[in-house]
């Protein structure tokens, strides 16, 4: 029914009006706010500018929130994790300096790229989700996907036709974080997939790429050197480098008296 119509049927005095006109327009926070402040006697003793301030606080927190709920759930990260719960203490190879400069996002406005390398075990998937989770709560556009699973959604996509939709979606993100690089070698038509993304997201997307293989030996996993070329120039270049090293944290984790939640 129209609005009119809705508050004239149930008969809505003014400020029960009010909220439904806001719910209308979908200006949840501002009914929350207006909620508290009926129900808050000092609220009355504020001015008018004072309490529409408060409700435009509050819409702007709503939305913010409604905003990172939804980044988050598009972002599909694998772990829940943050920057703020690193643990440094140990020698991981974690560059404390390195993760406050990069933890800005400026180098999301920039394309720039990271490269986490390291054995497995080490943390690499935990430092990918915490910048995820960073980047999300930063407002930019994330999503998370270990490469096999990428090349696998690429084969299927070429086969029912969807292949320029999906390539095309990737430019859209601002960034993309892709997980287990180089657990196999590529077939001719998996590099050449892989390297459409890479050159779908250039100057467009930032990549955070994680991998066991040490940069050096990248090219060992795409059998066209030509192609091998392409992806390491588009990506090296333009990245901030960690090397992690020290024991699986999963032998860690495994252990009931050990610390949770962090990396």
Known sequence: PRLTEWLVEYNFNRPNQTIAKLNYMKL?????GLNEQMSNPEARSLSFEERLSLLVDREWEDREERRLVRLLKEAKLKVSACLEDLDFSAARGLDRSLIASLSSFDWLEKHHHI???????????????AFGNGACRKGFRTQYLRVP??????????ADGSYMRLIGKFSRLELLILDDWGLSSLSEAEAKDFLEVIEECQGKCSIIISSQLPIEHWHQIISNPTVADAVLDRLIHAAYKFNLKGESMR??????????ATM
């Open 28 to 32: 949840f926070g501002m009914v929350k």
């Open 115 to 129: 490269i986490i390398c390291g054995p497995t075990g080490v943390g690499k998937t935990y430092l990918c989700c």
């Open 149 to 158: 699973k990428l090349l696998e959604e690429l084969k299927i996509s070429r």
């Open 251 to 260: 032998k860690t984790y495994a252990n009931p008296n050990a610390k949770s």
